[in-house]
């Protein structure tokens, strides 16, 4: 493990809905099990999160994604059983096909497996631990939650991985998912459970080579609030270092993530000059401890994100999650072949646009001849913002969608649909537009006139395959 | 060169007939306008056929045009089926008088069809949204009425118009409509209605938005000397213009108005040789309300911005300065896309031989303007009554 490496920037994408522990009790007549849980919205999944935890952790740490050399993510919810998602991540944010890739699984110590893997890489790595995790809503249903949090690694980074320690055991039963199901389960055998996960827990961070007594913050493996406390019962630490790393009442048991995200907690609590300690644990079971030094106060922006949302019903939180009303739409929607949408990646992920090298306009997307001059021309690259302002807008009501955003608006509700208009980002000034979705807002709210800023989402899917793109958000007024 | 003449023209009744067929409908329009034909005129005098379609629903997505004639038993003829989306059977027209003025044919039958509500929820909202730009507009989640409804927002932001304003346009159609017999809608409809009603896609709502419609339409398009022969009042294309634009509302320069209108216009009228104060009826596109309002600005009835004046003011009314849609247009009496290019042309031939269901005091010269999407495709012809003897 070189040395020299540590985090030089951090990002925490939470989604915007807030489903309260008051929603889920009023549903179940039980006590909820966290505070609150994050329900993402219908059009996210944990790569739509990993581009926006990892957009976040690129800007902080002033970095285009070009400079990223590998990436490495982890969740134990991919969009899909197989297939690479982290190629996808790579190109939503727009880093080099020389990129290498690593993906971590099947397990909530997956993010202990990414961390670790960019500490050892050469070069800037990014990491992306996001997770999304569905279960029966009358049993782990009730505090599953989601989130992704981003790491940069880069030579000098402030805080460096001094030591890691992983144990084992054979412990079946804890946490787990069958094959073909979405739903995270246990066999709820309380005793057991706890003492598995704090012995191997506290094995693997007592396993570290460090001086314990200078460990100032520490987030340890959350699927409730109360576990965290629970393991450290054998180790050095006060209630103090242990809560500073709890954040499963603010957005829920986000599988690989939330451990993660206790780390950028704790990171922002530690001292300069101490020591962070992060306990992961995988149900099967293993745990993974890491050890960070960090002599700079490392600025993670982790309010906005924690605090904010938005509460939803509890009938809300099962719409967006899709537990009701999916559907399936006789004759297909509309027809635009697979690698007809291939070839728009660069705009629908990035929007690059054409300059026409002729009469200078900007052709968005660029193809075809040139919008202005009509020439047939072959377009110059172009950058656009991603923020811009909406020229034409409409709201699509409930019942109203073409038939691939049928199933979208059954789980989200009424969208607006706008045409918006966006500045050009280099030296040259000029302007496109194009039709986008908005997202994330009450589109009874949007305007002609309002700022809105991209954000990548699910778009639609046909034929098992799912389209991501930007949609679009409303700035803060 | 020979002028071309309207010498029939008729459609079928408009609306919702989940038990004919786009062959029965158009047997339905193509006898109206054998009927309409002044003398004793024999099918077989027509050489050439021209349909309108956009094939809503699959259904005989190939080779409907012959389908169609070989129905009516106008054997063996030659039979183009015209796709251009809701203007598939202007450019129908287009296309039988450029063959008539060409000389290549004497007689040409221009006309259109469409079998729209006896499908699924989920297959009409498949079809509906098939001529908006696919990759980027219909795959941002927006629908066909979203789209004029993105126009609506850029325009009521734009000038000095209001939602009431929109509703106007529902208002004077449903009042001629009223009057058609073969209107879908033919209803009176108060402001207070227009107003009131649920929103399809803000800012409109369904007062501000046609049906979905069966039906079908049919001109007769002769020469000089067939018209002669057989009709004492024929009407003479005086112009016939015609545009294409880019598919997206988001891929032109204007988004309150659509700017092939505006071209297919200034053709039309130059073909003419007139200018729209010569105008003494319209029937213009209306399948949005917003879509009449950008007509009166696109075609040049009044300046950019004025369209809603002109609308309060009653100036399109039935007994103002320029009357529009006496039909009920498409809002009261229906939109079935392949027909309604033609379907306009029924009513600009029965206004300027006096026999229409809201008649305009002796008019003497028409236009006609049908849209295809959101203003990828425009047609405008401009009509003139020839009165008796006179050919």
């Known amino acids: 493990m070189s040395s020299e490496r540590g985090i030089v920037a951090t990002g925490l994408y939470v989604p915007r809905q807030r489903l309260s522990g008051d929603e889920i009790q009023a549903a179940w007549g039980t006590s909820a099990p966290v505070d609150q849980a994050a329900v993402p919205t219908a059009d996210e999944d944990t790569l739509t999160m990993s581009v926006a935890a990892g957009r976040k952790a690129l800007a902080n740490a002033d970095l285009d994604a070009a400079a990223v050399s590998h990436l490495a993510v982890a969740t134990t919810t991919p969009p899909l059983e197989e297939e690479e998602f982290a190629p996808r991540i790579g190109a939503a944010l727009g880093t080099s096909s020389e990129l290498t890739t690593e993906t971590a699984t099947q397990s909530t110590a997956a993010g202990a497996e990414a961390l670790l893997s960019g500490a050892d890489a050469d070069g800037t790595a990014l990491v992306i631990v996001a997770d999304a995790p569905d279960g029966d809503p009358a049993e782990a249903g009730q505090r599953l939650g989601a989130g992704a949090a981003a790491f940069v690694f880069d030579e000098g980074g402030d805080a460096k991985v001094i030591d890691s320690a992983q144990r084992s055991r054979d412990a079946p039963g804890i946490r787990f998912r069958e094959g073909g199901s979405h739903s995270v389960t246990g066999l709820d055998i309380t005793t057991y459970e706890r003492q598995m996960i704090r012995e191997l827990v506290s094995a693997a961070v007592e396993g570290l080579s460090i001086d314990h007594e200078a460990v100032d913050a520490v987030s340890l493996y959350q699927p409730t609030g109360g576990l965290p406390h629970r393991i450290a019962r054998s180790l050095p630490y006060g209630g103090g270092a242990v809560g500073s790393g709890i954040v499963v009442d603010d957005i829920g048991d986000a599988g690989a993530a939330t451990t993660a995200i206790g780390l950028l907690a704790a990171l922002a609590a530690s001292e300069p000059g101490s020591l962070t300690v992060v306990g992961f644990f995988g149900s099967g079971a293993s745990a993974v401890a890491l050890a960070f030094e960090s002599p700079a106060e490392l600025d993670v922006d982790l309010d906005a994100a924690l605090a904010g949302g938005e509460q939803i019903s509890y009938a809300e939180a099962l719409r967006e999650r899709g537990t009701i009303g999916s559907a399936e739409v006789a004759g297909g929607g509309a027809h635009v072949s697979l690698p007809s949408w291939q070839r728009t990646l660069p705009q629908r992920y990035r929007l690059e646009a054409g300059r026409c090298p002729e009469c200078g306009a900007v052709a968005f997307p660029p193809e075809g001849a040139c919008p202005d001059c009509h020439e047939r021309v072959t377009f110059e690259t172009e950058s656009l913002a991603r923020t811009g302002e909406i020229v034409a807008v409409t709201v699509i009501g409930q019942g109203g969608a073409p038939p691939e955003f049928v199933e979208l608006q059954r789980r989200d509700g009424p969208f607006a649909v706008a045409i918006v208009e966006v500045e050009t980002t280099g030296e040259r000034d000029g302007t496109a537009r194009f039709p986008v979705q908005l997202t994330d807002c009450d589109p009874e709210d949007v305007s002609v006139g309002d700022e809105v800023a991209g954000r990548f989402r699910r778009i639609y899917s046909v034929e098992g395959v799912t389209r991501y793109g930007l949609k679009f958000v409303p700035e803060q007024r | 060169m020979t002028d071309a003449y309207v010498i029939g023209a008729g459609q079928s009744d408009f609306g919702s007939f989940p038990g004919e067929s786009y062959r029965s409908l158009f047997a339905d329009a193509f006898d109206e306008t054998l009927e309409s034909v002044d003398g004793d005129f024999a099918t077989a005098e027509i050489d050439e056929a021209f349909l309108g379609t956009l094939g809503v629903g699959g259904r005989q997505l190939g080779l409907s045009g012959p389908a169609v004639t070989e129905h009516l038993g106008l054997h063996g003829i030659p039979t183009t089926r015209v796709e251009n989306a809701c203007a598939a059977s202007g450019y129908a027209l287009r ?35 098939v001529s908006g730009e696919t990759e980027w507009e219909r795959l ?24 009431e304003d929109l509703s106007r346009v529902a208002v ?27 929103d399809v896609a803000a800012p409109l709502n369904l007062y501000h938005c046609c049906p979905t419609t069966d039906g079908a339409s049919a001109v007769l398009v002769a020469n000089e000397a067939v018209a002669k022969e057989f009709s004492d009042e024929p009407v003479r294309v005086a112009g016939a213009g015609a545009a294409s634009g880019r598919v997206g509302l988001f ?42 309002l950008a007509a009166y600005e696109d075609l040049g009835f009044c300046d950019r911005g004025e369209a809603a004046r002109l609308l309060r003011e009653g100036e399109t009314d039935p007994d103002g300065r320029l009357p529009v849609n006496t039909s ?20 600009a031939y029965s206004q300027l031989r006096g026999e229409a269901h809201v008649q305009v005091d002796d008019p003497e010269v028409g236009l006609t303007h049908n849209v295809g999407g959101s203003g990828g495709g425009v047609t405008v012809h401009v009509f003139e009554r020839v009165d008796g003897g006179e050919l």
């Open chain 2, 251 to 292: 891929q032109r320069d204007s988004l309150t108005g659509i700017p092939a209108s505006e071209t297919a216009a200034e053709r039309a009228y130059e073909d003419a040789g007139i200018s729209p104060d010569d105008l003494d009826f319209a029937e213009v596109h209306d399948c949005f309300a917003i879509a009449e």
């Open chain 2, 140 to 163: 941002s989640g927006t629908t066909f009425a979203g789209v004029y409804a993105q126009m609506a927002s850029a325009y009521l932001r734009e000038y000095d118009a209001t939602v």
């Open chain 2, 328 to 347: 009920g247009g498409l809002k009261s009496k229906g939109h079935p896309i392949g027909a309604t290019g033609t379907g306009q042309v029924v009513e």
């Open chain 2, 172 to 198: 004077k159609n449903h009042g001629n409509g009223a009057q058609n017999p073969h209107a879908q809608l033919g209803f009176e409809c108060t402001l207070e209605d227009a107003m009131n009603a649920p």
């Open chain 2, 95 to 129: 296309q039988a008088v450029m063959a008539v003025k060409s000389g290549m044919v004497d007689v040409a039958l221009a006309g259109g069809y469409e079998i729209m509500t006896d499908m699924s929820g989920d297959h009409t909202k498949w079809w509906l949204g």
